[in-house]
């Protein structure tokens, strides 16, 4: 999903990825903290002639400890999410915050457990730290008693804004959990949707109003991420009761491990197709191969090389009777067109493209448009 993203490292099996645009927020907010240290200093009692430690690398020390924070925030949702059967993918640090990738998506009464143990650990992890103030205060010097102090307020202000309805924060989160106890989930999720664009809207008028940056990105961010959840709750409505079975094309054409580059272009020219499951002498699947992988080589070698040199083995796959929207899923978090569909003895049974299941999606899209009209 977040391509331009390197892992760091891993916590509990949980990948920690640092997403290119945390590069960007790094620079910001170490600067930002580094102009307002003196503030940050007289909030905290300290005496800012006292600090032996630069503004600036002051800066950098508390944002990559609030990005810390974040993780662990983000970690409360995962261990929780976890100990309801859900696999975690990733915890991916990025422009305004973290994100946990989730392989599946969690049921309504799990969904407010899970967005609540995110504020609920920052609260007591930020309160926590300026509790120990009191007992460490004779023993520390002025920059850890700064630091201290900001990593507990920050926190408790993470918890605190993580819990305002604004969708799809942790707050919205838990608002569309109560509300989907009285009506259909997809209306919970307009509904709920709405809340978290109106909040977006407030921001960026503040935002612009007292010339805060920050406030009008964290606004855009919502007001797109609300609309995005709806979209993939939509999608995840029309599929419902599909499974790959239905809409999987059963008739494929295939290409041999040992063919030539340039005889699977002229297939590609013939058929119009742009990608291939790929067979080896007794049939079974041991690659895919698209026109992607054909333009990345250099074309003077069409003739010399054989698929099996360009082709790609680490193969997504899914079953007959896997679900649809979870097949959806997996084209859109791997950013690919086709997925190969395997019986569970791992013989090719079909193939399944997103344009199939695009079809699906317009096809019910307008039956709904359909049924509105005549109702």
Do not use: W
Request: hydrophobic share 50%; charged share 20%.
């Amino acid at each position: 999903m977040f391509k331009s993203s390197i892992t760091i490292l891993r916590i509990s099996g949980i990948p920690i990825r640092i997403h290119v645009s945390f590069l960007l927020i790094l620079a910001f907010l170490t600067y930002a903290i580094g102009q307002n240290i003196q503030s940050i200093a007289n909030l905290a009692g300290v005496n800012v002639g006292d600090l032996t430690v630069n503004p600036y690398g002051l800066g950098l020390i508390l944002t990559i400890l609030l990005f810390v924070s974040v993780t662990f925030h983000e970690l409360a949702h995962s261990f929780v999410a976890r100990r309801q059967g859900m696999t975690i993918r990733s915890i991916t640090l990025m422009l305004l915050g973290g994100v946990a990738q989730m392989e599946e998506d969690i049921d309504e009464s799990g969904e407010m457990m899970m967005a609540l143990a995110g504020p609920l650990f920052s609260f007591v992890f930020g309160i926590a730290l300026l509790l120990s103030l009191r007992v460490l205060v004779p023993f520390i010097g002025p920059d850890t008693h700064l630091v201290i102090y900001y990593l507990g307020v920050i926190n408790i202000f993470l918890a605190v804004f993580n819990m305002l309805p604004a969708f799809p924060s942790d707050g919205g989160r838990i608002l569309r959990s109560l509300i989907a106890r009285r009506v259909p989930y997809l209306k919970a999720t307009r509904i709920a949707t709405n809340i978290g664009k109106g909040f977006a809207v407030l921001f960026a008028i503040f935002g612009f109003l007292t010339g805060n940056l920050l406030l009008i990105l964290i606004a855009f961010f919502i007001y797109v991420g609300a609309s995005q959840e709806y979209q993939l709750n939509v999608i995840r409505d029309v599929f419902s009761g599909f499974e790959v079975a239905d809409v999987m094309s059963d008739e494929v054409s295939t290409v041999r491990a040992d063919d030539s580059v340039s005889t699977l272009l002229r297939r590609m020219m013939d058929e119009r197709h742009s990608g291939y499951p790929v067979v080896n002498d007794s049939g079974d699947v041991v690659g895919c191969v698209t026109l992607g992988d054909v333009r990345a080589m250099p074309q003077e070698l069409a003739g010399e090389k054989r698929i099996r040199d360009i082709m790609s083995s680490e193969l997504i796959t899914v079953q007959p009777h896997d679900d649809l929207y979870q097949a959806f899923k997996k084209l859109s978090s791997a950013d690919i067109g086709r997925l190969m569909v395997l019986d569970a003895d791992g013989g090719l049974r079909g193939i399944l493209t997103r344009s199939d299941i695009m079809k699906v999606y317009r096809i019910k899209a307008l039956q709904e448009e359909q049924s509105r009209f005549e109702g």
